[in-house]
């Protein structure tokens, strides 16, 4: 069990998040090119130990996040008498939001009814990594179309539960160039079927094709130039925390800049003020741009640091 505490935004403003990674049998997929949550499963989790792993890890927040690395609503992962229960805990201490994820092919009429039945706000995200389905097909693997995801997303939002949708910076085998050019589209394709959106940045997961092309420095995770390029172009709520970001397996740019940069992303998702992403500036910028050039024509990594 994992947990800690976050800044989270509420209905515009800035309030205190108690996010809980419970320990389940794990994601059902399990097949996406950049992902080893896998690894963190716990084949022998039952309803038991996910609702003591819960008491345990929860603290009175106004927003709690309950992350299983794979589908909230997976009977598989957590069975429904355990999410019922902690619907109900949380209702009785007063929680205004709980955040969870899911898979869409586990939006069913059953989850929507448990969801308009449950007395608290959900929100639900999904990681539909990109709008592009050769993209999420071909590449990331993830195993279903953007037509799945819209007919999630829309039962989701008519049970009365907020969406949201992640996108993912820089699958493999995409130039920055092209990574940027995917996130940009993809962010207009979502909105009008989201809430919010998160920017993932990627990070280089242990054993998976990301880490060895990486490791043959085939692959570079994003810029984060990039990312700001992303986060400037959305017109809905879009956050980013730039996991890993500084490192050479997360989002980077010439590491001196950085924490500069981390900052200035995170600053812009509590507050959703662009001037944070208008106001960063370094040298490196031009070996970005180089790269975005560079990468396209090379399809390699042009700067590998
Ligand atoms: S990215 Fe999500 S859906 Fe894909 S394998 Fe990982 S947990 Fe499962």
């Not at 509590?270 to 910028?285: F, G, H, I, N, R």
């Amino acid at each position: 069990m994992k947990a800690w505490w976050e800044k989270e935004r509420l209905e515009d403003e800035i309030v205190d998040c108690r996010t809980i990674i419970l320990s389940t049998a794990g994601c059902k997929w399990r097949r996406c090119k950049m992902c080893s949550y896998y690894l963190e499963a716990n084949p022998k989790a039952n309803s038991e130990t996910i609702l003591n792993e819960f008491r345990e890890a929860y603290e009175k927040a106004d927003v709690v996040k309950i992350f299983t690395s794979g589908s909230f609503f997976d009977d598989r992962e957590v069975d429904k008498e355990v999410r019922r229960k902690i619907y109900e805990f949380l209702e009785k201490e007063g929680v205004k939001k709980l955040v969870v994820e899911s898979r869409p092919e586990f939006i069913t009429e059953e989850v929507v009814k448990e969801i308009q039945e449950a007395k608290i706000a959900i929100e639900v995200g999904i990681g539909v990594e990109t709008s592009n389905d050769w993209i999420r097909e071909k590449i990331i693997n993830k195993g279903f179309t953007f037509q799945e995801f819209k007919r999630a997303a829309s039962m989701l939002r008519e049970a009365g539960s907020r969406v949201k949708a992640y996108l993912l910076l820089k699958p493999p085998l995409l130039s920055e160039e092209e990574a940027i050019k995917d996130a940009i589209q993809s962010v207009k394709d979502v909105e009008s079927y989201v809430d919010v959106i998160s920017l993932n940045l990627m990070t280089v997961h242990k054993n998976t094709l990301v880490e060895k092309l990486w490791s043959k420095k085939l692959y570079r995770p994003p810029w984060l130039w990039s990312a700001v390029e992303v986060l400037k172009k959305s017109k809905i709520e879009t956050i980013c925390d730039p996991v890993a970001g500084g490192k050479s397996r997360g989002p980077h740019n010439c590491y001196d800049c950085d924490p500069e940069f981390v900052e200035a992303i995170k600053s812009f998702s509590l507050t959703q003020d662009k001037s944070y992403l208008e106001e960063v500036e370094c040298d490196c910028e031009e070996l970005w741009e180089v790269s975005l050039k560079g990468e396209s024509l090379a399809r390699l990594p042009v700067f590998v640091f």
